[in-house]
């Protein structure tokens, strides 16, 4: 299958053609494109996962997913002891600086909060690639 680079956001990643829909699909340095057409299929079915990214008070994992009765938790997905780890802190900071109906009181503990959870939603979507799609909606609300 033929392929060629492009490069997004500082990684080089390969293009090719999807050879059901003819559609250009981009493939990460840390996939393969067999893999890539393969989650296109899967995409075309209906069986990528949708999973929203953001927390909520009462649920302990900002991980949201219709496909797994809503809420959703790590081990559904089979994440690494480190992602679920660092999911865990980020979801407790947040936790002990907004309560329920408050927003947060100190800006730059906001912004670099945010940060992480950018970091931490790239990090999901490179684990869950193959089965899902992350929303990221944690600077939405």
Not at 74 to 95: F, H, I, K, N, T
């Amino acid at each position: 299958m033929e392929s060629e680079k492009l490069t997004h956001e500082g990684a080089e990643w390969a293009r090719v053609v999807d050879p059901v829909t003819q559609e250009e699909l981009s493939v990460p340095s840390f996939s393969t494109v067999e893999a890539t057409i393969a989650r296109s299929a899967k995409r075309r079915a209906g069986e990528l996962h949708t999973i929203r990214f953001f927390p909520d008070h009462g649920h302990r994992w900002p991980l949201w997913d219709p496909k797994a009765g809503y809420t959703a938790t790590p081990d559904e997905y089979g994440l690494s002891d480190q992602l679920v780890m660092a999911l865990r802190r980020w979801y407790d900071e947040w936790e002990a600086a907004v309560g329920p109906g408050d927003g947060w009181r100190d800006a730059e503990q906001h912004r670099s909060w945010a940060e992480r959870g950018d970091e931490l939603a790239a990090w999901l979507a490179r684990e869950v690639r193959d089965t899902a799609e992350v929303v990221v909606e944690h600077r939405t609300g």
